[in-house]
T-cell receptor, first 111, second 112 residues
Framework: GQQLNQSPQSMFIQEGEDVSMNCTSSSIFNTWLWYKQDPGEGPVLLIA?????ELTSNGRLTAQFGITRKDSFLNISASIPSDVGIYFC???????????FGQGTRLTINP | NAGVTQTPKFRILKIGQSMTLQCTQDMNHNYMYWYRQDPGMGLKLIYY???????DKGEVPNGYNVSRSTTEDFPLRLELAAPSQTSVYFC???????????FGPGTRLTVT
């Protein structure tokens, strides 16, 4: 089946640093979504992308739908302690009614 | 709107017992999903439904059953609990238009 490779698996950064993470797929996707999961909670939708090349921001978060339609990137600028958590990418190919999720990137911030 | 609600939040089962995990959404979404998340791992799809009366298997359906008699409810049934089913279970719903999914808070299940 389809697989998403999300990297890095974990990140340890200082407060105030910028963060970048990405997701690549083995097939072309029509939708890319980025979620954040806090400990003990369900994933929360951050950004949704629907067109190749699309660049969308949500506050300090920016995500892009790769031109090849096989990848997506999430950037967080000027990280703060509440950014700590696990970030998941998810994708959907044409005709599918369900998402495929990446393994997650665990973000830890040192104050 | 409460969004997606799940009950119970925690449960401990003995091997061989059965239980139903409840999921309700008040957003009038047609699409509903059940996932499991093992420690340190991503989400694996168990079952999903595109509308009342319609269900389909996901990636890891063995040992589970679902039903969808109403738009709002999508219960997940474990008939003979096994230690391999120890996990956190998330229910999600979506309108199906943009394929965005909205998650409940999860049920943490331990089978011993």
């Amino acid at each position: 089946g389809q697989q998403l490779n999300q990297s890095p698996q974990s990140m340890f950064i200082q407060e105030g640093e910028d963060v970048s993470m990405n997701c690549t797929s083995s097939s072309i996707f029509n939708t890319w979504l980025w979620y954040k999961q806090d400990p003990g909670e369900g994933p929360v939708l951050l950004i949704a992308l629907y067109k190749a090349g699309e660049l969308t921001s949500n506050g300090r978060l920016t995500a892009q739908f790769g031109i090849t339609r096989k990848d997506s990137f999430l950037n967080i600028s000027a990280s703060i302690p509440s950014d700590v958590g696990i970030y998941f990418c998810a994708g959907r190919d044409q005709g599918a009614q369900k998402l495929v999720f990446g393994q997650g990137t665990r973000l830890t911030i040192n104050p | 709107n409460a969004g997606v609600t799940q009950t119970p939040k925690f449960r401990i089962l003995k091997i061989g017992q059965s239980m139903t995990l409840q999921c309700t959404q008040d957003m009038n979404h047609n699409y509903m999903y059940w996932y499991r998340q093992d420690p340190g791992m991503g989400l694996k799809l168990i079952y999903y439904s595109v509308g009342a009366g319609i269900t389909d298997k996901g990636e890891v359906p063995n040992g589970y059953n679902v039903s969808r008699s109403t738009t709002e409810d999508f219960p997940l049934r474990l008939e003979l609990a096994a230690p391999s089913q120890t996990s956190v279970y998330f229910c999600a719903s979506g309108s199906g238009t943009g394929y965005e999914q909205y998650f409940g808070p999860g049920t943490r299940l331990t089978v011993t």
